[in-house]
Structures are given as C-alpha cells and as structure tokens.
C-alpha cells in the first residue's frame, strides 16, 4: 500500500503526522459542519455591508410577503420588515451572545475547578458546596429566576445563561485537576520550589485544556439554544432588535397563517446549532492523541486485514501456524512495516520464545495473532494465521470473540494496566470463565478460587474480593495467568509478564507458567527480551530483528553456537553468574527505522562481519542445521572468529 499525498498540500507535517486541519476534515461530518459553520459566520461578519433594508424598519402595506417576493428573498414579518435582514442580523446578535456566555462560563467555571481540584480540602468543600447549589436548581428555572431579578435583556439573558453553565465546567475540571494534582510531575514541580499558582497555570492547566476546549465547543450550541430560548419567551432580545429567539417568538402567533416567518429563524437554529456541533465533534478529534497519530478515525475491535495473496493452509499438528505475517502502520505519508513477513509455527505443549530488543516487532507479531493491532492506523497487509485448523485473518467478529480468552489467552506485560481497577479480582475472573462456559455464578466462583490455587496466590477464597491494587505485582500478575488459564487455552501468548518483576518474583513466575503448560498440555509463545528467561522456559527461540525472524531453533543449541551475528551480540549482552571475568559487549549503533528499511540484511550497519553482498538483494530464512534456520549468508561465522 502507498501514501498518496494530498494534491496541492504538503505530504505530512513534521515526522509523518498529518495537520491539525486534516485531522479536522478526515470526518466528513465535521468538515460538513465546518464548511456550514463557515458560511454562517461569514454572512454574519458582512452583514453591515451587504446591501440590506434596515431590519426594524416597518412597513405594513408590506406585510406577511411570501419568500421570493420582490425585493423581499426571504418575504416579510407581521410589521412589513425584511426577513433575510432580520434573519442575518439576528443570527450575528446569537452567535455572538453564545460565544461570550460560553467564554464567561468555561473561564469562571475552569478557574473554580482549578482551584478546588489543586487546593483541596476546606477550599475545595466551600467551592464544590457552592456549586452543589448551583446545580440543585432546573437550569433552565434557574436562568428564568435571573432574568427575572436582574430585568428582561439580552445582556441580561447572556448572564444568566453564562451562570447557570458554570457547574459544568467546574465539576468536569476539578475531576480531573484532582487526579493531576496527585501526580508526579507536579510533586517534582513542588520540589523545585514553583508558586502555588505556577504549578497551577504551568502544569496542570495545559493537562486540562483539552477537555476545557472540547466542552466549550459542544457547550456554544447549547447556548445558543439556551439564549434563544429566553428571547423566545421574551426575556431575551426587546423589540425592535432581533435575535433568532425572538424571530421565532413573533412568528409563533402565524404559525398556521404565515408558517414561513417562524420556520426561517427555527430552520437557521437548527442548521447553526447542528453546524457548531459536529465541529465541536472534528474539534475533539484533532485533540486526541491517537488521531494525532495519523490514525484520522477511532481503532476498530479488529485488525484490518488487506491481503493480495493468501499462503496455502499448512500441513502437519500444530497450535499455531503463521506463514509471511505482514503487519504496517500508516502516520500520515509514512509507513512503518513493524513486522515484515514472519514464519513461525508452535506444536502442542511447546514452548517458543520471541526474542530481540524494544522495537524489533514482537509484540506486533503477537498481537497480529488474534488481530488486536488498533486500526487505524494498523494494517495487516499479508500472510496467514493458522489456529484450530482456521485461517484467523479471515474469522468473522463472532469467530474472533470465541477464539480470544477462549482457544487462544494473552497475558499482557502490565497487569495494573490489564486488570479493571473497579472490579474485584473475583469478578474479573469468574466474567473471563462465563465468557465462554455456562457456568452459574457460584460455579464460576469455585472455579476461581481453584484457578487462583493454581497459581499459588494463598488465601484464594478471600482474594476473590480484593482489589488489584491491593495486591502486589507478581500476585497481579499471577491472577493475569489464572485468567489466561480459565478455559484451558490451547495456546498461551505472554508479552514479556516478567519485566516489570523483581528476580525473586520473576523465577517464581516462570516456575509456574512452565508447570501449568507442562500440567496442562498449552503450547506457549512467550516474548522477551531476555535470553536468561528463555533458557528457563522455552523448548525452542526465534530470534527478531526489524520485524523479521533472523534466527531461530533449540532454545540450548542456539545458546551454545548462534549462527546469526544478531543472536551472538544479545547473548554477549548476557552477564553469567559464576564468570565475573566475562566482558559484556553492547551492540552499537541503533536497528533502523522501520519506514526506512535498508535492502539486503537490516543488521548489516551494526554487524562487525558484514560485506558488500550483505547489503544487496533478499536475504532468505536458510536452514543451517536440523530444525535451525538463520537469515545470514555466513552463518556461525562470528562464533568461529570469537
């Protein structure tokens, strides 16, 4: 697949990532409104110089024209004025009375928010009591009590609307100011010896400007609407100046006679209000970090598949068979081929580490497996993923539902990320067994506590009603495994569950899941970046490098006599216990980008013995002894010259 650029415009902005204006018009619907929005204001902006009749000048003997009428586009009013003149004026008179009440409430209501988040305690209470008040009242009984202390008024009305808007503002931003307030960037903000009110307007407030913009912009609609309202009922605009509100007011005594001058003002509400939402819509999306990304639409509950071709199915018993997986990224022009045809096949009961360091694709080929990649900006572009017999790339929704949790666990690296911090532990399993099992409430709960017993947490009846952060992680991370376990997976995927463990704990782990797979009969791919880990657990290795298998076989014999240079630096980069006189070797330099991937062996810039003919031409995965493969042209040289 290739990026084409937009005619007439820059392929990408800096790094790849599209404009902020393309993030805006990728949604159809907002660039609708936009565009909408956009001639509204305009005619707005030159209403004083278009030629125009003066819209509170009365003229009886030209009262109640039709549309189309001579000199009247839009016909007249009741009083003989010009509907188009009035229309324009008072579409100019909303929109600025709903900017200004949205800017005065989302400014009173953020700083009230800001304040009480970051402050806390007495201030906080007094601040969130008042707005408590605030918000006891109709809001729209609230804004009508205002009007009617301070004076039917448009000036009025647009205060009221302002005040009775505040809560919103302020509830939504103490919420998250609360949570910022706690966190550790703001601690080291403290530490360095910031004001009260740096820390306040320097690092919170850019945290929560985001959600402040996205609400004013859903909030101007609403407000118009609110102001329009007020007018309509006659607490808003006063004869003779004109505002949609009160245009539709008018004309609701001709509603039956002259339907034409209530429907002209209401149709431009709806279309002005309907507009400004559907920006606020385009708005959000420009602010989200993953559409930033190049995605330009929100990840789906599948990977995309867009294959040419598709590999003839295997042949022989296996859990899993992947023959020329192809998995890509698109960021605005660019295109990043994170795994660039993997083969990879697992027997029952076997276990197979995927090796190589961060950014060699291994949790991109793991999650391709059971099409978990977010698309956009994802794509699976080649390929098959052969599971219980079936080609997984083509599996319906339905099918892909069924196999994941069920045929087919993962346990992710993070288990405070993976666990749902609002349910108890109990709940999350027993939820993964009724997934796939009719089982009954206290069956599923028994089963739980079994499957917690299993994995050795003790105590397992009173941890079903513990909470994850009340566990310690490799406990998180045992109640992760006991998941994965749940239905007696064939296949068991775990992205590196051991990172984030103390080496005690990580033994403990390892110990465990290389018991239940043997207990149980799973095949296992575990991925890692650790060659120790792999030498505890898996039966074979495959080795990634620039989301390609350079190496793989025997996890003993690739550890005793590696044939690709790649294999060699990671198991140099290895520290052995009894051997302190061992000089650990780094790898220089850096693997290179994945949207830039040289010809020939992606390893060559950092291989000590590579040559002209390693840089040219397709480098195949060769067999170089029996049931090992390596993507080199000189195999085992590299151990032969140590």
């Not at 202390?149 to 919420?175: C, D, E, K, S, T």
């Not at 013995?609 to 042209?633: K, S, W, Y």
């Amino acid at each position: 697949m290739v990026a084409v650029p937009l005619p007439g415009r820059k392929a990408a902005d800096r790094g790849g990532r599209p404009s902020p204006f393309r993030l805006l018009i990728a949604n159809r619907l907002s660039a609708a409104g936009l565009v909408i929005l956009t001639v509204i204001v305009l005619l707005a902006l030159l209403t004083p110089v278009l030629p125009l009749p003066d819209p509170d000048i009365t003229d009886p003997a030209q009262r109640l024209l039709r549309p189309g009428a001579d000199g009247h586009l839009l016909g007249t009013d009741h009083l003989g004025r010009d509907l188009l003149s009035r229309l324009l004026w008072g579409t100019r008179v909303s929109l600025v009375v709903g900017l200004s009440a949205t800017v005065i409430a989302a400014v009173a209501g953020s700083l009230i928010g800001l304040t009480a988040g970051y402050a806390g305690g007495r201030t906080d209470s007094v601040l969130m009591r008042g707005i408590d008040l605030v918000m006891a009242f109709p809001y729209i009984l609230l804004a009508l009590g205002i009007v009617a202390v301070l004076g039917p008024g448009l000036l009025n009305a647009l205060y009221a609307i302002a005040v009775v808007n505040i809560p919103f503002f302020a509830r939504n931003i103490r919420g998250m100011t609360l949570g910022l307030s706690r966190r550790e960037f703001v601690d080291a903000a403290r530490l360095s010896g910031a004001s009260h009110p740096a820390i306040l307007f320097s690092e919170v407030l850019p945290n929560v400007l985001p959600t402040i913009v996205v609400t004013m912009s859903t909030t101007v609609g609403w407000m118009i609407l609110e102001t329009a309202g007020l007018s309509f009922l006659g607490l808003g605009a006063q004869p003779p100046q004109a505002d949609l509100g009160s245009m539709l007011g008018e004309g609701r005594k001709l509603l039956f006679t002259a339907p034409f001058v209530s429907v002209i003002p209401g149709v431009m509400i709806f279309v002005l209000v309907m507009s400004i939402n559907l920006v606020g819509d385009g708005i959000r999306d420009v602010l989200d970090p993953r559409l930033k990304s190049g995605a330009l639409a929100a990840p789906g509950a599948a990977t995309a598949v867009r294959r040419e071709t598709v590999p003839p199915a295997p042949e022989g018993d296996t859990v899993l068979a992947v023959e020329g997986l192809r998995t890509q990224f698109q960021t605005g022009s660019r295109i990043y081929k994170a795994v660039g045809g993997v083969d990879l096949s697992l027997a029952p009961g076997e276990r197979v580490g995927l090796v190589g360091e961060s950014g060699s694709g291994k949790s991109v080929t793991a999650l391709s497996l059971l099409r978990l990649v977010p698309t956009p900006p994802g794509t699976i572009t080649g390929g098959r993923v052969t599971i219980d017999g079936a080609d997984q790339l083509a599996a319906s929704g339905e099918d892909l539902r069924r196999l994941r949790g069920g045929h087919v666990a993962y346990v992710f690296q993070d288990p405070l990320t993976t666990l749902h911090p609002l349910f108890t532990v109990g709940r999350q399993i027993t939820e993964a067994l009724q997934a796939h099992q009719p089982l009954s409430r206290r069956a599923a709960e028994t089963k739980a506590v079994e499957l917690l017993e299993r994995v050795q947490i003790p105590s397992a009846r009173a941890r079903l009603n513990a909470y994850p952060h009340e566990l310690s992680g490799g406990m998180r991370q045992r109640v992760c495994i006991a998941m994965a376990l749940a239905n007696d997976p064939e296949l068991i995927i775990a992205d590196e569950p051991t990172t984030a463990l103390d080496v005690t704990v990580q033994a403990q782990v390892l110990k465990l899941m290389r018991g239940l797979s043997e207990e149980q009969g799973s095949a296992v791919l575990f991925i890692t970046h650790d060659f120790g880990v792999v030498s505890e657990l898996c039966d074979r290795v495959a080795v990634m490098y620039a989301g390609r298998i350079v190496e793989i076989g025997p996890t003993q014999e690739v550890l005793a006599a590696p044939a690709h240079p790649y294999t060699r630096k990671l198991i140099d980069c290895v520290p052995v216990l009894g051997q302190p006189e061992r000089r650990l070797d780094a790898i220089e330099g850096l693997p290179p980008a994945v949207d830039r991937l040289p010809e020939g062996c992606a390893f060559a810039d950092r291989c000590p013995i590579a040559e002209p003919r390693c840089r040219t031409g397709e480098i195949a995965l060769a067999d170089v002894g029996a049931g090992r493969a390596a993507r080199c042209i000189k195999p085992f040289e590299l151990g032969r010259a140590a």
